[in-house]
Structure formats: C-alpha cells, structure tokens
C-alpha cells in the first residue's frame, strides 16, 4: 500500500535568518522520521513530503511545482493519505487532505488527544472514507494506524 504522510512544515518552524521557511525543532523531525520508519517497516511505502520532497528542510522548492508534485502524488500514486494537522493546524495538511478526499482516497487524520480540529474535518467520511484516530504515543498511533489500514 502507497501512503502518503502529511505533515505541517511552515507552522512548526521557527524565524530563522538563514533559511527562506524557518527552522524546524529536532524533536518533531525525529517523530515524522520514527512514524514513517516504522510504517515502512510494516511494509508500507511511504511518501513524506517533508522527507521525500523538503530534505528535512534542506530544500525549497518553487511552490507551483510543489503543488503540482503533491497534487499528482496524492490523485495518482497513493492509496491512502495520513495526515496530521498540527496545532495551530496547518492549511496545507488541510488542502491536501481536501485533494485526497476529493478523488475519493482514504484519509486518516492523526491527532493528539489535546489537538482540536476543524469540526467540518467529522464530516469527511460521508464524501469519502476518512478516519479520525487520536494517540497518546508513537506505539499507540502505529497500533491504530496498523488497524485501520488493514480496512482499506
């Protein structure tokens, strides 16, 4: 199974003068990579923007090719996309989550107990198949992730 992994990357990152989008703290660097390392353990090719497309935001691209990049990603080369909005929850996680459930793509959004989100993000699985799963911990989120992908 081909998943796509969205994450938010401009609303994490800190001002940074020599970096065009910011600095990005270590320790959400290391649970994007420990989410998709174990996913890609469990067999699951994973695509993660931030890793696949940024470096770890090492690399900026221009953003109307990023846009067709992720666009095309999600619409013709993955089978489910996991998302986790962040908070201040992040506009781009949700206008990918919008690409995927617009091409009927299944969705599971990720969040912490404490996290809001948007109340219109429930309303989701009735235009398409998307899922909320809240997580205390890394092993509780791979435990639900493994569960819930094995439905799709």
């Not at 470096?55 to 090719?65: H, I, M, R």
């Amino acid at each position: 199974m081909r998943i796509y992994f969205a994450t938010p990357f401009t609303n994490i990152a800190k001002p940074d003068k020599n970096s065009k989008y910011g600095w990005v703290p270590g320790d959400y660097i290391n649970w994007v990579k420990n989410i998709v390392e174990k996913l890609e353990s469990l067999g699951y090719k994973v695509f993660c923007p931030y890793r696949d497309t940024h470096n770890w935001g090492k690399f900026f691209p221009d953003l109307k090719e990023l846009c067709r990049e992720q666009y095309n990603k999600i619409t013709k080369e993955t089978d489910c996309l996991i998302a986790y909005l962040g908070e201040p929850q992040s506009a781009g996680v949700a206008i990918e989550i919008g690409y995927a459930i617009s091409h009927k793509i299944p969705a599971i959004i990720i969040k912490k107990p404490e996290e809001k989100i948007t109340l219109l993000a429930h309303g989701l699985d009735s235009i398409s198949s998307c899922k909320i799963i809240e997580f205390e911990n890394d092993e509780d989120l791979i435990q639900k992730l493994k569960q819930t992908l094995s439905k799709f």
